[in-house]
C-alpha cells in the first residue's frame, strides 16, 4: 500500500495563488494514479484533479479548470496542485488520493488517501 502526506495549505487571499504538495511512501510511487479531492464545510468531496502514472494526462473538474494544474514527480514520489486565481469558493480540506487503475474522478475509484490540508481563501 501507499501512505500520502499533504502539505503547503493555508491561508491566502482571493486572485492568490497557493501550492499544495502530497508526498507518498511504501510501494512505487508510478504504480497509482493520483488525484486532488476537495471538501468545504457541509458539503460532499468533489472531485478536483487527477493525473496519471506516467503524468501523461490530466483531468479536471470544470469548476478548477483553467486555474488549476495538477502535476507528479515519480522520482521524488510527489504530486502537486497548483492553484491560481483562488476564490473564497476554493476553500476546503484538500486531499490527494492514489488508485491502481489507471484513473478516476470518483472518490470511490482511491483505495488511499492521505489527512488532507486546509487552504482558506479570503474574500
Known amino acids: 500500500q501507499v501512505q500520502l502526506v499533504e502539505s503547503g495549505g493555508g491561508l491566502v487571499q482571493a486572485g492568490g495563488s497557493l501550492r499544495v504538495s502530497c508526498a507518498a511512501s511504501g510501494r512505487t510511487f508510478s504504480r497509482y494514479a493520483m488525484a486532488w479531492f476537495r471538501q468545504a464545510p457541509g458539503k460532499e468531496h468533489e472531485f478536483v484533479a487527477a493525473?496519471?502514472?506516467?503524468?501523461?494526462?490530466?483531468y479536471y473538474a470544470d469548476s478548477v479548470k483553467g486555474r488549476f494544474t495538477i502535476s507528479r514527480d515519480n522520482a521524488k514520489n510527489t504530486v502537486y496542485l497548483q492553484m491560481t486565481s483562488l476564490s473564497p469558493e476554493d476553500t476546503a480540506v484538500y486531499y490527494c488520493a492514489a488508485t491502481e487503475i489507471a484513473y478516476g474522478l470518483a472518490r470511490t475509484e482511491y483505495r488511499y488517501w492521505g489527512q488532507g490540508t486546509q487552504v482558506t481563501v479570503s474574500s
Open positions: 493525473v496519471t502514472r506516467s503524468g501523461g494526462s490530466t
